[in-house]
């Protein structure tokens, strides 16, 4: 299934770019608007404290968009969850193969975290395309190829959320 990632790699440098700001302001007028004396004596437990909490920002930032995939490795989202227990089966012809939706290659435990797009036969609705994010074992990538047909599952309340049925 899609995800939409909320904070991809322009979001990380902007919120980089807001964390450091602060750290040299507070560097340049620092003394100015505290004092000398002040600033000397405790601007550095300041500074301490403001540095490790952005250290872990930072850290954070880049780490949250790969739980998507880290997700998916342990059954999916609560969402993918839902779909595979209360949705309808259907037939998938594979359509394209590539990089998942938030861009570039990744693996999860040397498995590769892909983009399907699919032309949904569910013999409800007229066939129609869907594009999803998953998690294909080394050993199934040959079965799922453009022209493979492969076993889905459709969100009952939105056909457009499709994923794998294995």
């Not at 450091?20 to 301490?48: N, Q």
């Not at 880290?70 to 012809?93: D, M, N, V």
């Not at 050993?139 to 599952?153: C, F, I, W, Y």
Request: glycine share 10%.
């Amino acid at each position: 299934m899609a995800k939409k990632r909320w904070f991809g790699f322009w979001g990380t440098i902007i919120l980089v770019l807001l964390l450091i700001a602060p750290l040299i302001i507070a560097d340049k007028f620092g003394p100015r608007a505290f004092g000398v004396e002040w600033f000397a004596c405790y601007g550095h437990k300041a500074m301490t404290i403001y540095g490790i909490f952005m250290s872990v920002a930072i850290t954070a930032s880049f780490i949250i968009p790969s739980f998507g995939p880290i997700l998916s490795f342990f059954g999916g989202s609560r969402e993918e969850r839902r779909i595979r227990k209360t949705g309808r089966s259907a037939r998938a012809t594979v359509l394209a193969v590539g990089e998942n939706s938030g861009g570039g290659v990744v693996t999860v435990n040397g498995q590769p975290y892909l983009n399907l797009v699919v032309r949904v036969e569910d013999g409800v609705s007229s066939p129609y395309e869907a594009n999803f994010d998953a998690i294909i074992p080394r050993a199934s990538l040959p079965q799922v190829q453009p022209g493979a047909v492969v076993k889905v599952k459709v969100d009952p309340r939105d056909p457009r959320k499709v994923v794998l049925d294995y």
